[in-house]
C-alpha cells in the first residue's frame, strides 16, 4: 500500500471557474482525523476525495468528524500492454496530429460540441454551477497540447476534424485521459480507430503499458476497450467533501466564546441559541441542524466562533457554517439551513 498523501492539491483553475476554494485528495484508505486537519488547515470549500472502491464501507467515518460529503461518481480504470500485436484502422485514410497552441480555437470548439450536456462528478454537486463545466473540460484538454509528459491530438478523416485525444507518458507507462468523437462521426469506428493509433504513438514514444478510464456507467466505451485488449484493473469513488470553511456571500461573524457555553455538551445547544437570537426573523426557522464536537470545550481555553453563510437562495434559504476554534484545533463543527417562511 503506499503512503497516504501528505497535502490537498490546490487546484486553481477548478477554485476560480466555481468561486471556490477547491482541492483534491488521492488516497489508499479513508483517515477522517487526518483529512479534517488538512481541510480545517486550508480552510477548503469543497475536496475531491479519491478512494478505492472498496473504501465505501469507510465513507461512515466522514460522519464522525462532521463533514458533510456526497459520492459524486466511480470510475473504473483499465490497462493494455502495448507490447502486443496492433490491429489494422478500420477507417484507413483516418489520420492522428498533435496540436500546438495555434490549434487551441479547433480543440475549443471540437470539445463544446462533443461535450455538451455531458454530466461528469461535477454535476452531482449542488455547490457547483455545471454551466461552467464545459468551459473546464475545454480547459483541461487544452492543457496537454506543448506540455511536459502530455500531448493533444485532433483526428482527422478526409480532411475534416472528427475527435481529439489527450494523452500522458512518464518513461514506458502511458494513459489515455480525454476522448471525444463528434457526433456525426460515431459509429463508424472513428473512436477505437482513434484509441489505435494513440497507442501506436505512444509505443513509438517507448510506452510498453497504457491506462484509461471512465465513469462507470459508460458501458460502450468499456465494451471497446476490452475488444481492444484492456483488461479491468481498479475502481476509484469519487467523493466530494463539502465543509465550505471559507466561502461566505455574507459577512462573516466572529466572536469569542462566552465562558458560560464552555462546555462540550451545551456547545451544541449554544449554537442553535445564538442562531435563533442573532439571526431572527418573521418565521424564520432552523432545519437540517447537524453538530460534531471534536475536542472538549474547558475552562480558560481561547476559544472563536465563525459563523460564515456560503450560500443564500433569494426563497430564504441560508446555509450555515459555524466553527468553534482553540487557535488553530477545530472544536466544534456545526452546519444548518436556516428557512425564511415568509
Same mark, same amino acid.
Given at each position: 500500500m503506499s503512503e497516504q498523501p501528505i497535502d490537498l492539491e490546490f487546484s486553481p483553475t477548478e477554485?476560480?471557474?466555481?468561486?471556490?476554494?477547491?482541492?483534491?485528495?488521492?488516497?489508499?484508505?479513508?483517515?477522517?482525523?487526518?483529512l479534517l486537519?488538512?481541510? @480545517?488547515?486550508?480552510?477548503?470549500?469543497?475536496?475531491?476525495?479519491?478512494?478505492?472502491a472498496d473504501e465505501a464501507t469507510g465513507l461512515h467515518r466522514l460522519d464522525r468528524v462532521g463533514l458533510p460529503y456526497l459520492v459524486a461518481d466511480t470510475l473504473v480504470r483499465y490497462d493494455a500492454d502495448l507490447t502486443s500485436e496492433m490491429s489494422e484502422l478500420r @477507417?484507413?485514410?483516418?489520420?492522428?496530429?498533435?496540436?500546438?497552441?495555434? +490549434?487551441?480555437?479547433?480543440?475549443d470548439s471540437l470539445v463544446r460540441t462533443i461535450f455538451l450536456g455531458y454530466k461528469n462528478h461535477y454535476s452531482a454537486n449542488p455547490l457547483l454551477d455545471t454551466r461552467n463545466a464545459l468551459a473546464g473540460y475545454s480547459e483541461w484538454a487544452s492543457s496537454f497540447i506543448d506540455a511536459d509528459d502530455k500531448m493533444a491530438f485532433i483526428a482527422e478523416l478526409? +480532411?475534416?476534424?472528427?475527435?481529439?485525444?489527450?494523452?500522458?507518458?512518464?518513461? +514506458?507507462?502511458?494513459?489515455?485521459?480525454?476522448?471525444?468523437?463528434?457526433p456525426d462521426a460515431a459509429g463508424h469506428g472513428v473512436y477505437t480507430d482513434i484509441l489505435r493509433l494513440t497507442k501506436r504513438r505512444l509505443?513509438?514514444?517507448?510506452?510498453?503499458?497504457?491506462?484509461?478510464?471512465?465513469?462507470?456507467? @459508460?458501458?460502450?466505451?468499456?465494451?471497446?476497450?476490452?475488444?481492444?485488449?484492456?483488461?479491468?484493473?481498479?475502481?476509484?469513488?469519487? #467523493?466530494?467533501? @463539502?465543509?465550505?470553511?471559507?466561502?461566505s456571500v455574507r459577512e462573516v461573524d466572529e466572536f469569542d466564546f462566552d465562558d458560560a457555553f464552555r462546555h462540550d455538551?451545551?456547545?451544541s445547544e449554544s449554537i442553535l441559541q445564538y442562531l435563533n437570537e442573532r439571526y431572527p426573523g418573521p418565521r424564520t426557522e432552523i432545519k437540517d441542524y447537524r453538530c460534531a464536537v471534536l475536542a472538549p470545550l474547558v475552562h480558560g481555553g481561547d476559544y472563536r466562533v465563525r459563523i460564515s453563510f456560503p450560500k443564500i437562495e433569494p426563497n430564504g434559504y441560508h446555509?450555515?457554517? #459555524?466553527?468553534?476554534?482553540d487557535g488553530e484545533n477545530l472544536c466544534v463543527l456545526a452546519y444548518c439551513n436556516l428557512i425564511n417562511k415568509t
Open positions: 477554485s476560480k471557474r466555481f468561486g471556490l476554494k477547491i482541492y483534491r485528495y488521492t488516497a489508499d484508505h479513508i483517515e477522517e482525523l487526518r486537519g488538512l481541510i @480545517n488547515r486550508e480552510r477548503a470549500d469543497v475536496v475531491f476525495l479519491r478512494v478505492p @477507417n484507413p485514410s483516418l489520420e492522428l496530429r498533435q496540436l500546438r497552441h495555434r +490549434d487551441e480555437a479547433k480543440l478526409d +480532411d475534416a476534424a472528427v475527435g481529439f485525444a489527450t494523452c500522458t507518458i512518464k518513461r +514506458d507507462e502511458s494513459a489515455g485521459i480525454l476522448y471525444g468523437v463528434i509505443r513509438e514514444l517507448g510506452a510498453t503499458r497504457m491506462s484509461v478510464s471512465t465513469q462507470v456507467q @459508460n458501458v460502450a466505451v468499456q465494451r471497446t476497450w476490452v475488444r481492444e485488449g484492456f483488461e479491468f484493473t481498479q475502481s476509484q469513488l469519487t #467523493v466530494h467533501l @463539502n465543509p465550505l470553511f471559507s466561502a455538551q451545551v456547545a446555509r450555515a457554517v #459555524v466553527a468553534i476554534r
